[in-house]
């Protein structure tokens, strides 16, 4: 049997962990400022450019 | 200094850049030398960040905070699923697919129903999406003017109509060059991307220049803005409302796919399946980047106007303006003129692909004015049409916005739209990963939904707007309360958009699936759901010719696509299907499945796969294979791949099997050899005291005088070598039942102090009559051994014999030892005979060879005790070896393992 691609799997894999690091009730976690911008502000972009930089190393290091 | 008329030659000149752009694009096309790179492409996909983005996410951050962000993360994670996203351009390209309703129809039977339906849904969901887009730039255009006092009235038209116009314009000139919608709209592609850069630029530099300009920074920003009770809130996320951000999350990744735009650059537009590796990271990052300021230009503008002051959907224009930056705001316009361009121009286009393929095509197939003119070429005709319905669809968006749209923020316009096409997700998905799933249950599945959108959603929108009766939402329909339409069975607390989402989405999948489960496919659809399914595996030029059986005529096919292609496309197109299938001309083609096939795909490129269906069965006859028998191909056509994958597993099982037996071949060769060898050398060893016997016995027997002496003497020889002979047959049987394996042994403890000594002294007398001198320092109980008794003292024997023969008559010195070490028994026999060479070392081990020279001297053993002593010593897991030198005597070792002590 062809195994099935394994980036796609892993994008798939990924997307499934941005489900519950950008949603409730993960999200009510980061409460007060760091240093003077909100946290929630913080986190969101945070987790989101890091799900973005994974996503460009898997992607990028081989073909699809 | 900003006039109107600056205003509007501004717009022109970049409009004129844009058209530029798009007709190089076009022009590398047709010299075959795409520029859509997979950079291209990643941009191209940002037509998702409308002018909604540009001016309407700063708009509902005044008010929601940071949920605005919920319409951007959602399409990032859908498009990190890129096996969906690749499964749906791998069908379409197959299946040559031009747009969501094509590929819906497509997949359920080439309905030309479903195909309408989905049409309709598309057109009435998104219309508002595109009033909002002329909302928007007549809100932009008016802040300009405002600022400057100037108007701008054309034959006393309001300016919102003249830019639908020319929108219209431009859309028409951009997206019906070609008829093929298939063909790539790769210019379009170019002016997209292109516009896309500029609405980042644009957004980025207003969003440095109000944080970093006019306030001091984020910190600052955040700051200023925590210290106001009102603005405090905005900052952090309220999760009372968790549901609604998870609706908003899930509608946007709908959205993202189905949205007719997003389906036509994602899927249609799509040049190479791996420019999406770019896309998956490089969109996403598009949209992080132009949300970083929506936040603080939002609390900027709060902060720089008040509460009360401006139209928060105008901050990105009006917060440049207030500090007399005219030139930040020209580019601002600039970017939110490139936001509502590019989405316009790709809905429009891929809208009107729907609406003439599958509302106008289906009509004039069935009028009776289409049959009259049969002979004409209808290619005009269909770009026509897509051009009128351009111009249609723009002005039911400006109608839409004098109605309605003043009444409703950016954003909450663009979700009603959102939700609509959402709908399409049951029957895609579906589609896509079920064959099961039926065109009763899409038809189903799709009218529920939409039934409980437009009551929840659409309409309540229009009574909010003054525009019908609004007593069904506040009392329900009839005064029934459980019918209220944004409290649907009582279910409140939600927002109108979470509400119509659940509800609709229950009633579309519940739908759906009660519908597929409950009805039968008919064979189109059987086999249509194979291909979309299984277009991974699907061997289809197995199945393909199979599936269709039937007469048609290559002339009336061939009329067919004159009609609807124009006369020229049509043979070019025919030309390259002649010579992939290596014949000189199509008149050279038998009309077969393949034929009508090619026909069929071609026709669904210009008029959709439902109307082409329609069309190719019109000038053939076809039989109806029915549902069983195609079940029955399509079973093949997937089998056959796993059939012969299986049969190459088994061909490489095959191959190693067949080397496992070359190699047991090899040995079996080899051992047949050596027993060869064996039996000669045997009956060799046993000629010996043969011949001996029989020369003594003749002379014996011929010669009666010979004196007694001499008889004696013969006697005692013959007695001999019939005694060696007796043993040599002993030993080779030992050695035989040894090597089978059908040796008898008993195992027990044996003291291998007691088995030297009784061997010793069971040979004392051969060794006085040799006068040889036998030494042995034994303890008196010495080590115990398992092993067998009589076989060790075999060894033993075998052994001292073998020491005794060697040595000289007098001189000879044998001496015996025992010791244990490292749980091993260590026993020693050494002589002082005349030793051993190394060679010979080895070889005395083996069957037949005798120490000493066997040519020479009379034989003195049998040449099988020492072979038989080392199985023996080997049994018992133990080792027998020499260790000598010439001249130096020789010492026979062997070793016995103690028994392991137990615990």
Known sequence: MKRANPIRQRLAALSLLGVPLLTYPLLSLPSGTWGGIPATYLYLFGVWAGLIALAAWVAERRGI | MLSGWFIALLATGYLGLLFAVARFGDARADAGKSIISANVYALSLAVYCTSWTFYGSVGRATSGGLSFLTIYIGPTLMLLCVGVIIKMIRISKAQRITSIADFIASRYGKSQLLAGMVTVIAVIGVVPYIALQLKAMAASVDVLLQHSGSSVEVWGLDSTFLIAVILALFSILFGTRHLDATERHEGMVAAVAFESVVKIIAFMAVGIFVTYGMFGGLGDLFQRAAASADMERLLHLDSGRAGTWTALIILSGLAIIFLPRQFQIIVVENVDESHLKRAVWLFPLYLLLINIFVLPLALGGLLHFGAQGANPDTFVLTLPLARGAEALALLAFIGGLSAATGMVIVETIALSTMVCNDLVMPWLLHSTWLQAEKRQDLSGLLIG????????????????????????????????????????????????????????????????????????????????????????????????????????????????????????????????????????????????????????????????????????????????????????????????????????????????????????????????????????????????????????????????????????????????????LREANERLRELDRMKDDFISTVTHELRTPLTSIRALSEMLHEDPRLDLADRSRFLGIIVNEAERLTRLINQILDMAKMESGRAEWTTGAVDLGEVVRESMASLEHLFRE??????????????????????????????????????????????????????????????????????????????????????????????????????????????????????????????????????
Not at chain 2, 795 to 805: D, Q, T
Request: with cysteine; net charge negative.
């Open chain 2, 385 to 660: 049409i897509r051009r009128a319905a351009i111009a249609l669809i723009l002005l039911l968006g400006y109608i839409y916005f004098r109605l309605a749209g003043e009444a409703y923020a950016l954003v909450g316009i663009g979700l009603i739209s959102f939700t609509a096409v959402a709908q399409f997700a049951p029957a895609m998905f579906g589609g896509m990963y079920w064959k099961q799933g039926t065109r009763a249950g899409a038809v189903a599945g799709l009218l529920a939904g939409f039934v409980v959108w437009l009551y929840t959603l659409l309409l309540p929108s229009f009574a909010k707007s003054g525009w019908m009766p609004s007593g069904f939402v506040e009392h329900g329909l009839f005064g029934l309360g459980w019918l209220k339409a944004q409290a649907l069975f009582g279910l409140g607390g939600l927002d109108e958009i979470s509400h119509c989402l659940w509800w609709s989405m229950l009633a579309n999948m519940g739908a759906y699936v009660a519908v597929s489960l409950n009805s039968r496919p008919d064979a189109v659809e059987a086999s249509q759901a194979e291909r979309f399914v299984d277009v991974f595996r699907f061997d289809a030029r197995n199945a393909e010719a199979r599936l269709w059986r039937g007469k048609a005529s290559p002339d009336a096919l061939v009329g067919l696509l004159e009609r609807f292609l124009g006369a020229a496309r049509a043979r070019q197109q025919l030309a390259a299907y002649a010579l992939s299938r290596q014949a000189a001309g199509w008149r050279n083609l038998p009309a077969d499945a393949d034929f009508v096939q090619f026909a069929e795909a071609e026709l669904a490129g210009a008029i959709g796969s439902a109307s082409a269906r329609v069309m190719v069965a019109s000038v053939a006859q076809e039989e109806d294979l029915g549902l069983e028998e195609v079940l029955d191909i399509l079973d093949e056509a997937t089998q056959v791949r796993a059939h012969s994958r299986q049969l190459e597993a088994k061909q490489r099982e095959l191959e190693a099997a067949t080397n496992e």
């Open chain 2, 770 to 903: 040799k006068g040889v001198a036998l030494a042995g320092n034994i303890p008196a109980s010495g080590p115990v051994v398992q092993a067998d008794r009589d076989r060790l003292t075999q060894v033993m024997i075998n052994l001292l014999s073998n020491a005794v023969k060697f040595v000289p008559g007098g001189a000879g010195r044998v001496q015996v030892g025992l010791s244990s070490a490292a749980g091993l028994v260590r026993v020693e026999v050494h002589d002082n005979g005349p030793g051993l060479t190394a060679e010979e070392c080895n070889v005395i081990f083996e069957k037949f060879r005798q120490g000493g020279n066997t040519m020479t001297d009379k034989p003195q053993g049998t040449g099988l005790g020492l072979p038989i002593s080392r199985q023996i010593v080997e049994y018992f897991g133990g080792n027998l070896w020499v260790e000598s030198e010439p001249g130096a005597g020789a010492n026979f070792i062997f070793t016995v393992p103690l028994p392991v002590p137990e615990e």
